[in-house]
């Protein structure tokens, strides 16, 4: 399914609002998800089919010419394969009309995307981890989701329903004036709805093409840095050297104790077991659905404040540094990987990333991993050889400044947008680079080569390898390059 490219002046932007469906409507909800995961698996299990047979046939010794043909895996042969065997298919025979044509074009478009994920990554043309080959949803552990490209997808004119094709009108818990407002007034267009459970209820997101507005900041003329942590969030400092704090509302944290006693109540209860085929109690089934009620909180609690923060920082300065964290690292420390993941370093970049872009035109600048924020002196501009996690206090050695270690850092990421705006160093003089001292232990390099390995029979003497080639040094006292967003 190709992206969609909104025309000039306009941009892409989702509005999703929690429904209220009655018995009926949720019945058919979940009859329309469950299609779409039928036709992602009619459509992994047909292409498949040939790559098995193929291999089948190869063993035999059958040439390449008389091997069994590729299927394609194209949208558009799917929904062909898809149409003409729905008819005799005793998957689909006996139902396959109740729901609307959304509901398997859902499914087969995901599955194209899988298999050309999975072509990308083979070939190398796909960046992150290697993906593997398309695997069947479970029903038990699938994602309720369904899309809809075509039909009658509007909000009603009363500012309660929605309504989706053969779904009807479906009552929304929340008004949706913010975006009747938009399409009464031809500054939106809806594109597609997508229907989705998730935190115990049903969700209705339209993708819409809505007219680009920006809003201008309350301090265009200010740069801030955020240090984030763990006992704090966040830690603000501007380029006026105003330092903010904002606490850690620590969620789950406060909810520990009540999670304890719902999960206590779910162990006592007889639950499911696959080994023996065992079903769940209506007892147990109660239980759990407490106990996913106080994890839905904290996720809604978690989401709402991280929001609140986003939208406010950025809608205040017009620049904004934040560090490039390894989130996935840190969360392999088992003694802080709970207070970091209730923290959502990740999801505070995102939101900050999307929010200065298209709501305000602003710039998020995103300091190298390597820049040692928390080690240089925002004073003089001095580097600490070594700064371990527990020592909260930044005393310099060159001018005795003495300052919180969070407060220290924020303030040289603050000083790091003089850097991108007039390309002079932290202390903002012409044409020259901060000073930067390199105590005993400060000033260590990458090393520029790796061990070069012994040459192996059938290979040149004394020929690198791609993987051996020289890499440029690194010296991380110093200020590193930034990525600009």
């Known amino acids: ?80 394969a ?50 593997g080959m398309p695997r069947f949803k479970s029903k038990r552990k699938a994602r309720l989701s369904c899309r809809f490209t075509t039909g009658v997808m509007r909000v009603d004119t009363d500012g309660r329903h929605v309504t989706l094709p053969r779904l009807g009108a479906i009552r929304t818990h929340e008004p949706t004036a913010g975006l009747l407002g938009r399409v ?24 819409t093409e809505v007219k680009c507005g920006l809003e201008r900041v309350a301090r265009p003329d200010t740069a801030a840095g955020i240090d984030l942590g763990v006992k704090t969030l966040a830690v603000m400092a501007d380029s006026t050297g105003e330092i903010r704090t904002v606490p850690n509302p620590g969620h789950y944290d406060r909810a520990r104790k009540q999670l304890r006693r719902a999960s206590r109540i779910v162990s006592r209860r007889q639950g499911p077991d696959r080994r023996t085929g065992q079903k769940p109690s209506k007892r147990w089934e109660k239980a759990n659905t407490a106990r996913n009620k106080v994890h839905h909180r904290v996720a809604n609690l978690r ?16 620049t904004i540094v ?37 709501r305000h035109a602003t710039r998020l600048v995103v300091a190298d991993r390597w820049y040692p924020s928390s080690k240089i002196c925002s004073r003089c501009g001095a580097v600490k050889a070594k700064l371990p996690l527990h020592i909260r206090i930044y005393e310099c050695d060159a001018c005795h400044l003495v300052i919180d270690r969070d407060d220290n850092a924020a303030l040289n990421l603050a000083a790091l947008a003089a850097v991108v705006v007039t390309g002079t160093g932290v202390a903002g003089d012409q044409d020259t680079a901060p000073a930067v001292s390199k105590p005993r232990g400060a000033d260590q390099k990458t090393r520029a080569t790796r061990p070069r390995r012994k040459a192996s029979a059938g290979r040149a003497g004394g020929a690198i390898l791609p993987h051996q080639r020289q890499t440029e040094t690194r010296d991380r006292t110093q200020a590193e390059p930034l990525t600009l967003w």
């Open 322 to 358: 934040v560090e490039d964290l390894n989130v996935a690292g840190m969360l392999r420390n088992r003694r802080l990987a709970r207070r970091i993941a209730d923290a959502g370093f990740g999801e505070i970049r995102r939101q900050l990333d999307y929010k200065t872009r298209q």
């Open 1 to 80: 399914m190709k992206k969609f490219r909104p025309q000039p002046g306009f941009v892409v932007r989702a509005f999703r609002f929690a429904l209220d469906p009655n018995a009926a409507q949720e019945a058919a909800l979940r009859s329309h998800c469950g299609a779409a995961r039928a036709a992602y698996n009619w459509a992994v299990a047909w292409v498949e089919a040939s790559w098995w047979q193929r291999r089948a046939e190869e063993s035999y010794g059958v040439s390449e010419a008389g091997l069994t043909q590729w299927r394609p895996w194209s949208l558009p042969s799917l929904r062909k």
């Open 184 to 207: 009464e007034a031809g500054t939106a267009r809806i594109l597609s709805a997508t229907v989705r459970h998730e935190r115990g209820r049903w969700f209705v997101s339209f993708q």
């Open 303 to 318: 989401e709402d404040s991280l929001h609140k923060l986003t939208t406010a920082v950025a809608a205040e300065y017009s």
């Open 82 to 131: 898809f149409n003409a065997a729905k008819h005799t298919d005793p998957r689909f025979a006996a139902w396959w009309e109740e729901n609307s044509k959304e509901a398997y074009s859902t499914g087969l478009a995901n599955a194209a995307a899988a298999f050309d994920n999975y072509a990308k990554s083979k070939r190398g043309q796909r960046k992150g981890k290697r993906v």
